[in-house]
């Protein structure tokens, strides 16, 4: 994906398949591949736990609208399962269901080094301004695995 990214993609390339979903006021996206599936979020998911037990077996958490903005409280209403071959599940709780979107590869583009520093820069790479029927772009930031989960 980014060596498509990067600009070597023609203009006509398919669309890069996403999950998109709302957290802290961010619009966030996962390429489709990436998802192993969505799920309602049990009762225990609500209290303050990293672990939890989703029909045998253990997910841990990924808090990411603490992790964006530490003062912002959201609904667990959702599940967002990420299956990695290493170590297993993964979810990322959700208000609201997320969408699928597919995002034209030219309009990708690596986020500025100065917002490397800050907590979205910190899950994210790169972002999307993906143009709206009416309003303003929208931006959605394309979450990179190998950082959410501590890998790089």
């Keep these: 994906m980014v060596a498509a990214i990067a600009g ?10 996403v999950i998109v ?4 006021g961010h619009q966030l996206a996962l390429p489709m591949k990436a998802v192993f599936k969505i799920s309602p979020c049990p009762p225990q998911a609500d209290q ?4 939890l037990d989703l029909e045998g077996q253990a997910v841990r958490l990924l808090d990411l609208a603490s992790r964006l903005n530490p003062n912002h409280q959201q609904q667990r209403r959702f599940l967002l399962l990420i299956q990695t071959q290493l170590d297993g599940l993964y979810g990322i709780p959700l208000a609201e269901l997320p969408s699928m979107m597919g995002l034209s590869v030219p309009t990708i583009q690596a986020l500025p ?5 800050q907590p979205l820069g910190q899950v994210c790479r790169y972002v999307s301004l993906q143009p709206q029927e009416s309003g303003p772009a929208t931006l959605v930031f394309l979450l990179d695995l190998g950082l959410l989960l501590g890998e790089t």
């Design 8 to 17: 070597t993609t023609p203009l006509n390339a398919e669309p890069l398949r």
């Design 21 to 24: 979903f709302a957290i802290a």
């Design 48 to 51: 303050a736990v990293d672990l």
């Design 113 to 117: 080094s100065t917002t490397q520093a």
